[in-house]
């Protein structure tokens, strides 16, 4: 057994039993290719090497064997590798993904030209139907080239392939990160049981101002918020993610925006409607400041013994959201510290029927690790759903169980 195997699935089974050819191009992102082919193992897919001549300038056939478990194809002989693997006949690739491209394949790739063993295993998947997901690399002058962009737009519009668009710094249409490109193979190769709906998440903490140098906040930290919106995105979704300013790390393919105050992220949400329209579901996941302090102008004086603050309450941004988008589905999340199980239950469930909610997260504050949650999905026919584990299982969890009670109407 090779060793590949032995990582196989460790990361998920979002693509078990998916043939995938990683289709290598000259770019030097190509050293950034064992690495993703590994992720995409680890996801539980069975990948399988193509190189041009010029990607084993800057990393050998033998390390993408390695990396992948399987040979790989650097010519194409007699064995027709290229209809063995992308033609049509039962057992071909599931999805062709070209990482690192470059704008000469990409031009290739549009016009049909086949003169490497990438661009004909591309002309191939793309005359059989095969999907394609191209990840461009090189220079931005490369990249803002009319004719390649062109190349691009035609691409997408005619032969209908995917791309992952580049990170734009140093001067470089840099490769994507290896993440983001996993989690597209993924939006790809799934069932796509969001697409076309938009999913809201609001993730991280308010900060409310004491004065011009401090505020006041809370633990949030925004990570569940981060894998809701990573879930949906694999799922189809457009995301949408609103964020406390302390939150960091979200990846770059979710599109988000920065609150501060309760304040802020009100304002946020009244415009939604306008600048992105109204959410198919929305997640409630931030941390949201029951009251604010008086703002003092200036720094308050830090000698006193004590100190007196005048606190206000907030507006709340969830019932305001009802009121906004009554058809959407709404998901809440309620954190207490209680030690009585069904008191928690208890204080979700009223909860629900204030705001209108068709769903709450329930947790005890004691239940909470940086990387693990114990929660409670509880109904408006009071039914309670358990799950445990990692944050980004437990936010696959809630949203399929959502997906599923949306999917039979509204709850409440």
């Known amino acids: 057994m090779h060793p590949a195997e032995d990582i196989r699935g460790t990361r998920g089974s979002s693509l078990e039993g998916k043939k995938i050819v990683l289709a290598i191009t000259g770019s030097i992102a190509a050293v950034e290719c064992v690495k993703l082919a590994r992720e995409l193992i680890r996801q539980g897919a069975d990948v399988f090497g193509v190189m041009t001549e010029k990607a084993q300038e800057i990393v050998g056939a033998?390390?993408?064997?390695?990396?992948?478990?399987?040979?790989?194809v650097t010519d194409i002989t007699g064995k027709v590798e290229h209809v063995e693997m992308c033609g049509d006949l039962s057992g071909h690739a599931d999805l062709v993904l070209v990482a690192p491209a470059t704008a000469n394949t990409i031009g290739k790739m549009v016009h049909g030209i086949d003169d490497t063993p990438v661009t004909t295993f591309l002309t191939t998947a793309v005359g059989t139907g095969i999907p394609v997901l191209v990840v461009p690399a090189m220079h931005k002058t490369m990249y803002d080239h009319p004719v390649v962009r062109n190349n691009i737009e035609k691409a997408k519009r005619e032969l209908g392939v995917r791309f992952v668009a580049p990170i734009l710094e140093e001067r470089k249409a840099k490769m994507?990160?290896?993440?983001?490109?996993?989690?597209?193979?993924?939006?790809?190769?799934?069932?796509?049981?969001?697409?076309?709906?938009?999913?809201?998440?609001?993730?991280?903490?308010?900060?409310?101002?004491?004065?011009?140098?401090?505020?006041?906040?809370?633990?949030?930290?925004?990570?569940?918020?981060?894998?809701?919106?990573?879930?949906?995105?694999?799922?189809?979704?457009?995301?949408?993610?609103?964020?406390?300013?302390?939150?960091?790390?979200?990846?770059?393919?979710?599109?988000?925006?920065?609150?501060?105050?309760?304040?802020?992220?009100?304002?946020m949400v009244e415009g939604l409607g306008r600048d992105w329209g109204g959410p198919d579901m929305a997640f409630f996941s931030a941390g949201i400041s029951d009251y604010s302090p008086e703002v003092s102008t200036g720094k308050l004086p830090s000698g006193q013994e004590r100190m007196t603050i005048s606190m206000s309450r907030t507006p709340k941004v969830i019932e305001r959201f009802r009121s906004l988008f009554p058809d959407s589905f709404l998901v809440g999340f309620k954190a207490e510290s209680v030690s009585d199980e069904n008191e928690l239950i208890k204080r979700a469930y009223e909860r629900m029927g204030e705001v209108g909610m068709d769903l709450v997260v329930a947790n005890d504050l004691s239940d909470v690790s940086e990387d693990k949650n114990t929660i409670m999905l509880i109904t408006p026919q009071k039914e309670v759903f358990r799950a445990e584990g990692k944050k980004e299982h437990i936010a696959q969890f809630i949203i399929e169980r959502s997906l599923s009670l949306s999917g039979n109407g509204k709850q409440r």
């Open 176 to 267: 994507a990160g290896v993440e983001e490109i996993v989690e597209n193979v993924i939006r790809v190769l799934g069932k796509g049981e969001l697409t076309g709906k938009k999913v809201l998440i609001i993730t991280g903490a308010t900060r409310e101002p004491l004065d011009d140098m401090r505020f006041l906040s809370n633990r949030a930290t925004g990570r569940t918020g981060i894998e809701l919106g990573r879930a949906a995105y694999r799922m189809g979704a457009d995301v949408l993610i609103l964020s406390g300013s302390n939150v960091c790390g979200i990846p770059d393919h979710l599109p988000f925006r920065t609150f501060s105050s309760t304040d802020d992220l009100l304002s």
């Open 62 to 72: 033998y390390s993408i064997e390695f990396a992948t478990g399987n040979p790989v």
